[in-house]
T-cell receptor, first 115, second 115 residues
Framework: KAGVTQTPRYLIKTRGQQVTLSCSPI?????VSWYQQTPGQGLQFLFE???????NKGNFPGRFSGRQFSNSRSEMNVSTLELGDSALYLC??????????????FGPGTRLTVL | AQKITQTQPGMFVQEKEAVTLDCTYD???????LFWYKQPSSGEMIFLIY??????QNATEGRYSLNFQKARKSANLVISASQLGDSAMYFC????????????FGKGTKLSVIP
């Protein structure tokens, strides 16, 4: 079974631009979560989607948004990029059952650099 | 509030020796799940092992075992017979609370295996 895939793997943008990252979950997984990893803040939860609905949201500004499609694929968008948005963005998928403790499997990440 | 504490920023272990990575957690919810992930320098988060709060026995997965001490709120990862490929960052994480699907991560421990 194929794992979680993320595209693109690397991205360089300039301040003020916007960016869209894509995530395809493991086949049969219906929940997709997004995390930001930076050296200073560590791993932080952005949001989680299930059946095209956002169930959970972390403490990030409104510039960070996401969506999920009917095939469970997800995208996240960051508008008006700031230097501090430079990070590794990780997507994780899980079965999405009622159990919140379902294991989340991660993709390889998208490394975003904002100049 | 949920919190994960990993007090060892870095550790060294001789090849073929066993090593214990510490993790303590804090949550007021009786239902929670604890996870360990490995992150090599490539960036991908690799799931290693899971322990549920109601599990009676300590989890094991091949060379990985989890020393779960509920009363002390600790969930230490034990890696037996260390291999050079085990050199990586290791993160302890938790999901707790009904309806919460977000992982809370510790700051991680960098493990270096010495030949």
């Amino acid at each position: 079974k194929a794992g979680v895939t993320q595209t693109p793997r690397y991205l360089i943008k300039t301040r003020g631009q916007q960016v869209t990252l894509s995530c395809s979950p493991i086949s049969g997984h219906r929940s997709v979560s997004w995390y930001q990893q930076t050296p200073g803040q560590g791993l932080q939860f952005l949001f989680e989607y299930f059946s095209e609905t956002q169930r959970n949201k972390g403490n990030f500004p409104g510039r960070f948004s996401g969506r999920q499609f009917s095939n469970s694929r997800s995208e996240m968008n960051v508008s008006t990029l700031e230097l501090g948005d430079s990070a590794l963005y990780l997507c994780a998928s899980s079965l999405g059952s009622a159990r919140s403790t379902d294991t989340q499997y991660f993709g390889p990440g998208t490394r975003l650099t904002v100049l | 509030a949920q919190k994960i504490t990993q007090t060892q920023p870095g550790m060294f272990v001789q090849e073929k020796e066993a090593v214990t990575l510490d993790c303590t957690y804090d949550t007021s919810d009786p239902s929670y799940g604890l996870f360990w992930y490995k992150q090599p320098s490539s960036g991908e988060m690799i799931f290693l092992i899971y322990q549920g709060s109601y599990d009676q026995q300590n989890a094991t997965e091949g060379r990985y075992s989890l020393n779960f001490q509920k009363a002390r709120k600790s969930a230490n990862l034990v890696i037996s017979a260390s291999q050079l490929g085990d050199s990586a960052m290791y993160f302890c994480a938790m999901v707790s609370g009904a309806g919460s699907y977000q992982l809370t991560f510790g700051k991680g421990t960098k493990l270096s295996v010495i030949p």
